[in-house]
């Protein structure tokens, strides 16, 4: 039988798919899977996050190469404009299922503001 060499491509993605098993089994170890996957793609920074749960509630934050002073701009100031949290708040959007609960559009509306509260 013939074993197949693959190509760096491959390699990297398969090393990347198991930086975030590993991560997801170990939380210590979300700063090396998002500086991965942010090198695999020539980002100068990266950000993973749960915009509607703050960490103080359980949600998560493992920003790659963005300082506190920016996290905290962001969120005093930016958050409002976020198109990505506030397209889930949008109203194609009626609920979302976050750990245990179901948060309706009122209830998302609220963790986005106490989110820009939390990491300002």
Same mark, same amino acid.
């Given at each position: 039988?013939?074993?197949?060499?693959?190509?760096?491509?491959?390699?990297?993605?398969?090393?990347?798919?198991?930086?975030?098993?590993? =991560? $997801?089994?170990?939380? $210590? +170890?979300?700063?090396?899977?998002?500086?991965?996957?942010?090198? $695999?793609?020539?980002?100068?920074?990266?950000?993973?996050?749960?915009?509607?749960? !703050?960490?103080?509630?359980?949600? &998560?934050?493992? !920003?790659?190469?963005?300082?506190?002073?920016?996290?905290?701009?962001?969120?005093?100031?930016?958050?409002?404009?976020?198109?990505? =949290?506030?397209?889930?708040?949008?109203?194609?959007?009626?609920?979302?299922?976050?750990?245990?609960?179901?948060?309706?559009?009122?209830? &998302?509306? +609220?963790?986005?503001?106490?989110?820009?509260?939390?990491?300002?």
């Amino acid at each position: 039988m013939q074993h197949l060499t693959p190509s760096p491509k491959l390699q990297q993605f398969s090393e990347l798919v198991h930086r975030i098993y590993a =991560a $997801s089994a170990e939380p $210590s +170890r979300w700063l090396d899977a998002v500086a991965g996957v942010a090198q $695999s793609l020539q980002a100068s920074h990266a950000l993973l996050f749960t915009p509607f749960v !703050p960490p103080a509630r359980g949600g &998560l934050l493992f !920003p790659w190469q963005i300082s506190e002073q920016h996290l905290s701009l962001w969120g005093s100031r930016y958050i409002d404009h976020d198109i990505w =949290a506030q397209s889930a708040v949008s109203s194609h959007v009626k609920a979302i299922y976050a750990k245990t609960h179901i948060h309706s559009k009122a209830s &998302l509306t +609220r963790l986005v503001l106490s989110l820009g509260k939390a990491v300002a």
